[in-house]
Every structure is written in structure tokens, then in C-alpha cells.
């Protein structure tokens, strides 16, 4: 039998050393770019062994570095507070009261998978991103420490006792994201954000390794041809539209990647005070969702996705308003009778007949077309830039000017403020939809604010922040600017439900 007691200052596994080391070491791979000013210098003689040895003594440095990161970094439970001691010559004590913690989440890399440990990451309220990160303990060591800084339950955890806790909070499987709904989820993916970024790199390299290929037939003529002859590639719109056909199909491969590696085998677990979510394909998370911590969710939908039969969540918790998109918590491929028991268990949320809709005022839509006018004015600039043909000019504003003027209409129409009982849904979106729900009893401060402009054409903004973020009601106007800040209010000073 093995007990666990964290009263007393201790290490994780010495194991951590290899995370600690791998971590220094990606990176110090993602910062390679600083070596590219040597590879194309023509001052340094043998560039491949004066680069080799100086990553030989970074990666020298970086293993003292792991192992100082290792010993000089202890933690303990004392009392109703978490302890953790870190740094040699910068010290850094930090203690966190257990009442605070919002949720303790396991993650285990390939590397974690491979010497068979978890990475514990711990969550508190109000926490801009994860305050506390345990790279290395052993997965009942985790599931310990978890159940303390949950529960609170024993000084020294045994065995036993851990196996008893984890049989009464087994759940049970509610949703499994099979092969076939991931495929679904990488086609309906927005591959027009993805698109853009590719046309942003390639024409960045093209310019970099222009000089660098100038020795080679093929490659160098071509870059150069490219580089050179810009202003005919540009003017043309055939060869303008067959680029977009092909970096629209590398970018549906990129989601295709992305979605499998993110969300393979994405499970939902439901326990007693709440959700387990399960997912990835060499990174392995494991986040739990208490309900009466989750503040909102965001459902993000589109056509493909609405002939699929699909839509994805974002669920938002209290303390990760400033989280990193990649680390907050997405269903993705949920179908609409799991999104309405998703909704029923967050907020007790069930759709009726007597909701009270707000919708923003006119100036909204004229504000938004002043705001389209200057980027087509910029755009057209930059066409200018290019020295456009006339004809090519015209064309080309045939079809952007049509279309930005639908993204319009379309963010207006899709823009509305529903009362269904206690939930509020805000609605937006474009091309896309976007719903958020929430019990309005969890606003912690509702703002009134008006521009001079909005104030001359009577209408108001409203902020309501909560424990992860704020939620925007623009261009009201102004006596349901009024109205739905009394109502808020009044609902939060009246409700005796705990919001964390």
C-alpha cells in the first residue's frame, strides 16, 4: 500500500527533469530563427559547425537549467492552502488558498506517455492563465493531490481511500466523438482564416530565400520570376483565383490535422457536480467542469456545419477570461440533442414561448457601414499600390464591395438579446452564428456607457462582466439600455445561488 501525504515540502518525479528538458528544448527550437542572419552570411566560415556547436552548449545550459528547475521546485499542502516554493536566486513563493482553486486538470504529452507520467495544471478564480503547473507526478500521485486539493478530505491518502473517492465520483460516458464526426468537424472548420495565413508565409519566404536559391535552375528562376513579375500575378485574376483554390485546399488539410490532433477521441463524462472532457492525440487532456463554476458557453455554428447536423461549444469558466484560446474547453461536433442536455445541466436552460427580444438600434448598422467604407477605402489603396489595371479595379470592387455589404446585413440581423426566464442569449455572427448563454444572475458588474455620438442618437452599450470575461450588448437603445440594466441588477441582488 502506498500513502500519499503532501503536509510536508516535496518534489515531483525526478522525471520532471526530462520535461523541464523538453521544454527548454522546443523552445529553443521555435527561437531558431535568430541562426537564419548565419546561415546566409558570407562572412562566417563552416556555418554547419559553428551552429552545431553553439546549439551544443545551449542545449548544455538548458539541461543545468532543468535539473536547477527540478530541485528548486517543492510543494505542499498546509492547512486550507497550497503551497509552492520555486526558484535558486529569484525565489518564489506562492500560496493559494483551497477554497479558490476552480478545477485541477491532468495533461500528458507524448513525452509525459512515454516515462509514464501527468502534468498537473491548476486553475484558480480570477487566474489571467494557469497559476500552477506540476509537470511530472505519477498518475495516482495526480489523482491524490486532486482529490485533496478538491475535496480537502485527508492529511495522508492511501490506496483505499483513493480508490473508495474515485468509485463514488465515477460517471458515466455521455458523448464520444467518433472518426466520422471529426471528419465532419475538419470540413465545416473556417478555412478562410486558415487560407490567409498561408498566403501571409509563402509570400514572407518567397522573399527570404529569394537570394539564398539564386544559384539553383529551377527553384531560383521560379521564386525570382515570381518576386519580379508580382505586379502580372496580381492583375491576374485567373491565376489570383487558381492560388485561392489551392491554398483553400491546403487549409482544409491544416484543419483536417489541427481538429484530429486536438480532438481525437474527445469523451464527455458526467460525474455528480459535473463534466470530465477527455481529448487529444499526442497531447492527452483531461479538464473537469464543475457546473455551478461554468459561467457561460458559446455555441458556434455555420451552413456546412447546420447541414451536418453539428455545432461546437466553448465553455467558459470563472478565471479563464485571459486563458489561451488553445487551453480553453471546446465540444466540437455536438449535435443538437446533446447541446439542449448540455444546456439543461449548465443552466438548467430549456427554450420557451415567452422570450423578451431587444434588438440594437439603427445607428449599429450605420456605424458598421462607416467602418466597412474605410477598410474598402484601404483596400482599394492598396490596390492602387499595386497598379491595378482599370478594368481589373473594377472587377475586383464588383465583388468585394457586394459582399461586405452582406457581412453587414448579415451581423445585424443576426445580432439579438433574448430573456428566456433566467437565461439570457446574446446572438452574432455573419456567415457564422454565434449564441451565448448564460444564468444573467453570474453578471458581477453591468456598465451603462455612451460615446457623445451614441448619446445625440439616443442609444447606449452595455458590458456585463463576469468571472471570464465580458459579454457585450452593443448599441441599445437607450430605455432598454435601461430596462435591461435594472433587470440584471436586480436579479443579482436578489438571487441567493452561488455563481462560483
Not at 417 to 446: A, H, P, S
Request: charged share 20%; net charge positive.
Amino acid at each position: 500500500m502506498s500513502n500519499y501525504s503532501f503536509d510536508e515540502l516535496g518534489r515531483q518525479s525526478p522525471k520532471g527533469i526530462v520535461i523541464n528538458y523538453g521544454v527548454l528544448l522546443y523552445k529553443l527550437v521555435k527561437s531558431f530563427w535568430v541562426f537564419i542572419p548565419i546561415v546566409f552570411s558570407d562572412s562566417i566560415d563552416n556555418k554547419l559547425n559553428y551552429i552545431l556547436c553553439l546549439l551544443g552548449i545551449l542545449a548544455l545550459v538548458l539541461l543545468v537549467v532543468a535539473v536547477v528547475q527540478y530541485l528548486y521546485f517543492k510543494f505542499k499542502i498546509d492547512g486550507d492552502y497550497f503551497i509552492l516554493n520555486q526558484g535558486m536566486i529569484f525565489k518564489k513563493k506562492t500560496s493559494i488558498p483551497l477554497d479558490r482553486i476552480q478545477s485541477v486538470n491532468f495533461k500528458q504529452n507524448l513525452i509525459h506517455q512515454l516515462i509514464n507520467v501527468t502534468q498537473v495544471e491548476i486553475q484558480t478564480a480570477g487566474a489571467k492563465d494557469i497559476e500552477v503547473s506540476i509537470k511530472a507526478i505519477s498518475r495516482q500521485k495526480a489523482e491524490a493531490l486532486k482529490k485533496r486539493l478538491q475535496n480537502n478530505i485527508e492529511s495522508v491518502i492511501s490506496d483505499e481511500v483513493l480508490n473508495e473517492v474515485a468509485e463514488v465520483n465515477e460517471g458515466k460516458l455521455i458523448y464520444k466523438l467518433s472518426i466520422i464526426d471529426l471528419l465532419k468537424v475538419s470540413f465545416s472548420e473556417n478555412h478562410i482564416r486558415s487560407f490567409f495565413w498561408i498566403i501571409a508565409i509563402v509570400f514572407s519566404f518567397s522573399y527570404q530565400l529569394r537570394d539564398y536559391f539564386k544559384d539553383f535552375d529551377f527553384v531560383g528562376q521560379a521564386i525570382n520570376y515570381a518576386v519580379n513579375n508580382k505586379s502580372l500575378f496580381t492583375g491576374s485574376l485567373l491565376l489570383l483565383g487558381l492560388a485561392f483554390v489551392i491554398g483553400l485546399i491546403i487549409s482544409i488539410v491544416v484543419s483536417f490535422v489541427r481538429v484530429f490532433l486536438r480532438h481525437f477521441e474527445q469523451n464527455v463524462i458526467k460525474r455528480n457536480d459535473g463534466i470530465q472532457v477527455s481529448e487529444g492525440l499526442f497531447t492527452r487532456r483531461e479538464d473537469v467542469l464543475k457546473i455551478k463554476k461554468i459561467q457561460y458557453s458559446v455555441t458556434v455554428t455555420n451552413p456546412i456545419k447546420q447541414k451536418l447536423g453539428i455545432q461546437t461549444i466553448k465553455i467558459k469558466q470563472a478565471g479563464s477570461a485571459k486563458t489561451k484560446k488553445k487551453k480553453l474547453v471546446q465540444l466540437v461536433g455536438v449535435k443538437n440533442l446533446f447541446l439542449s442536455q448540455l444546456n439543461q445541466l449548465f443552466f438548467n436552460y430549456e427554450p420557451t414561448d415567452n422570450k423578451e427580444t431587444y434588438k440594437p438600434s439603427r445607428y449599429y448598422l450605420f456605424r458598421m457601414f462607416v467602418r466597412t467604407f474605410i477598410l474598402l477605402l484601404i483596400i482599394n489603396f492598396v490596390f492602387f499600390l499595386n497598379q491595378l489595371s482599370i478594368m481589373n479595379w473594377i472587377l475586383a470592387n464588383a465583388l468585394i464591395i457586394p459582399i461586405a455589404i452582406l457581412m453587414v446585413l448579415l451581423k445585424f440581423k443576426k445580432t439579438y438579446f433574448d430573456f428566456d426566464g433566467k437565461t439570457l442569449l446574446v446572438g452574432n455572427g455573419k456567415i457564422g452564428t454565434v449564441t451565448t448563454i448564460i444564468e444573467y444572475f453570474k453578471t458581477q458588474n453591468v456598465t451603462y456607457s455612451q460615446s457623445f455620438i451614441q448619446k445625440r442618437r439616443g442609444v447606449a452599450t452595455l458590458k456585463l462582466q463576469t468571472a471570464s470575461g465580458v459579454i457585450k450588448l452593443p448599441c441599445l437603445h437607450e430605455e432598454d439600455a435601461r430596462t435591461i440594466q435594472e433587470r440584471i441588477v436586480s436579479e443579482v441582488e436578489g438571487s441567493t445561488k452561488d455563481w462560483i
